[in-house]
Nanobody
Framework: QVRLVESGGGSVQAGGSLRLSCTTS????????VAWFRQAPGKEREGVAS????????FYADSAKGRFTISQDNAKNTVYLQMNDLRPEDTAMYYC????????????????????WGQGTQVTVSA
């Protein structure tokens, strides 16, 4: 059974940093794309960043540009999301997802195209 396990969430003050990890039970490049999504209470799920596992430039939502960095470590079957300069509006449950979306753009690819999802890790940013 394929599993994605997120870790690294926590509580930080505004301006702080966190690094989220998404560790998978299969080779990262078994998928075309791995992405990070987030969902805050009362809000819709939104795509944050994604990486095409066999090349191409990473994608970032406008909210993440300049502050977040997505990367992969094939030897560890792990995708990371380094989040700097965190803001209260970044508070959400963060989910890792993997699959075969058409574009590897989590802001436009339908969620169903990411067939594997983790359970999420909570990020809370206080002012």
């Amino acid at each position: 059974q394929v599993r994605l396990v997120e870790s690294g969430g926590g509580s930080v003050q505004a301006g702080g940093s966190l690094r989220l990890s998404c560790t998978t039970s299969v080779y990262i490049d078994s998928w075309d794309c791995v992405a990070w999504f987030r969902q805050a209470p009362g809000k819709e799920r939104e795509g944050v960043a994604s990486i095409a596992t066999r090349g191409s430039s990473p994608f970032y939502a406008d909210s993440a540009k300049g502050r977040f960095t997505i990367s992969q470590d094939n030897a560890k079957n792990t995708v990371y999301l380094q989040m700097n300069d965190l803001r209260p509006e970044d508070t959400a449950m963060y989910y890792c997802a993997a699959g075969y979306p058409q574009q590897c753009t989590p802001t436009t690819d339908p969620p169903w195209s990411f067939g594997s999802w983790g359970q999420g890790t909570q990020v809370t940013v206080s002012a």
